[in-house]
């Protein structure tokens, strides 16, 4: 005869872990069986996780030590518990599913040397100073701290950036005007969706420039009208759309600053018809000959989002971004924050907040720009052993730019033969045609200088010539 039957929601292991167990109606040992089966497949009770004693276990769920035991017989006889007199009752070992084995269609060689643009040397990460901040953070706060954050980010934060900013960027802006994001990806997003809120239909972007960023304007609901580079920078006299997003410190990919006549332009077309010049500052603190170029949004604070983020100067696994936003936008952009993930999450605003008022943020900066520049002096010293290859570009940023005769997707596949992970210009254009000359964008940011060193000499055999 069978009687409907529940134990409680959970047991406690000999570890001191509860485990739940659903125990269904039906008779008590199929039920305890079940249970325990169901618990060993689908992980919960891991390999060599030990049970609890007949006795014990019976006395949790208020059953007979002999239904208990007989249980545990079962499951035993099926091979997936052991058990042995005088020693704890376990789960077994189980052999893995075997996984079919499938022909490989990915022939590609291995990656085995990073110098894609765009990617910091994680190695330098300042563990150290992070983790003293993150201390000296813990160590004073709140309770209140631990609970929902301000969707536009904490004020701690938003302080040190705006001193930090004014000082080292030359931008004007205070702690009312920042808004907290979860890195420039977020950022171009919610500026995206706010212009799209207030009528806009197109955005400008540069040509070449960032494919990823396109894509997320274009998922907005805004279109993306390109606007020409060439030597000086972007074409401001092409831009025909309310709101531009530009590189104007060092042009992604080419390299290349805004030329003072265009950004006098710029900033006259911003005042002029009222748009809106989106400022992505993405490596602007790594100027290698001289100090870096001022942000352009000094310019016209009333007229330019300035945005930025850790990425390149941290890493980009810290998710923190920040946008310095006209006065006009701070709620809106706000508001979009907080329809998009409420709020950046605290206790890294917090300590990043602490790295920039101890100035320790300062210091890394300095020892990050002084090893990029070695590295960009290695690689140049490169270059002038192959004249086919043209470097472009001012001596800033993560990245170099070189354009050569050679076919683009030759030297790719070149590349690639050697184990090297790089990018082609080609594809950061807005509409890739033939007669577009080619080129590589070589990083000289990712890997560590034993790697860097490495890498190298693994280009110098990947360039014909």
Avoid: N
């Amino acid at each position: 005869m069978s009687e409907d039957w529940s134990g409680p929601p959970a047991i406690r292991l000999p570890q001191g872990l509860d485990l739940h167990l659903e125990l269904g109606p039906g008779p008590r040992q199929a039920g305890l069986e079940d249970a325990l089966r169901t618990a060993v497949r689908d992980g919960r009770l891991g390999a060599d996780a030990r049970l609890p004693s007949t006795r014990a276990l019976a006395r949790q769920l208020g059953l007979a030590r002999g239904t208990v035991t007989a249980a545990y017989d079962q499951l035993a006889a099926e091979g997936l518990l052991l058990t042995r007199p005088g020693a704890a009752t376990t789960v077994a070992r189980l052999p893995s599913a075997a996984t079919p084995v499938t022909p490989a269609t990915d022939t590609a060689p291995p990656v085995r040397h990073d110098l894609r643009p765009g990617i910091p040397d994680g190695s330098a990460f300042p563990a150290r100073a992070w983790l003293a901040a993150t201390r000296r953070v813990l160590a004073r706060a709140r309770p209140e701290d631990f609970g929902h954050g301000d969707p536009q980010g904490r004020y701690e934060l938003r302080a040190a950036l705006a001193g930090q900013l004014g000082r080292t960027r030359g931008v004007l802006t205070s702690p009312g005007q920042i808004v907290i994001t979860s890195g420039f990806y977020q950022s171009i997003g919610l500026l995206a969706s706010v212009l799209r809120a207030r009528g806009a239909a197109e955005l400008a972007t540069e040509d070449p420039g960032h494919r990823t960023y396109r894509e997320v304007v274009t998922r907005a609901g805004l279109r993306v009208v390109p606007v020409p580079v060439d030597e000086h920078g972007a074409r401001v006299d092409s831009i025909t759309a309310p709101a531009v997003l530009l590189t104007p410190s060092h042009q992604y990919p080419t390299g290349v600053p805004l030329h003072p006549d265009r950004r006098r332009e710029l900033a006259s077309w911003a005042h002029r018809t009222g748009g809106l010049v989106i400022e992505d500052d993405y490596d602007g603190e790594f100027r290698h000959d001289r100090r870096p170029v001022g942000a352009f949004q000094a310019l016209a604070p009333d007229r330019t989002v300035y945005c930025g983020s850790t990425s390149k100067t941290l890493g980009p696994a810290l998710r923190l971004g920040w946008l310095a936003v006209p006065p006009d936008l701070v709620r809106p952009v706000t508001e979009a924050k907080e329809r998009a993930d409420f709020y950046t999450e605290t206790l890294g605003q917090l300590t990043l907040a602490e790295l920039i008022t101890t100035h320790a943020y300062d210091r890394h900066v300095r020892a990050a720009r002084l090893r990029y520049r070695r590295r960009r002096t290695l690689l140049h010293q490169l270059l002038s052993t192959h004249p086919d290859f043209t470097p472009h570009g001012v001596p800033a940023g993560l990245h170099t730019l070189v354009t050569t005769p050679h076919p683009e997707p030759a030297l790719l596949a070149r590349c690639a033969a050697h184990g090297i992970a790089l990018r082609g210009l080609t594809e950061l254009h807005h509409t890739p045609a033939q007669d577009r000359p080619g080129g590589l964008l070589i990083g000289f940011g990712a890997t560590t200088d034993h790697g860097f060193a490495r890498a190298l000499r693994a280009l110098d055999e990947a360039l014909p010539g």
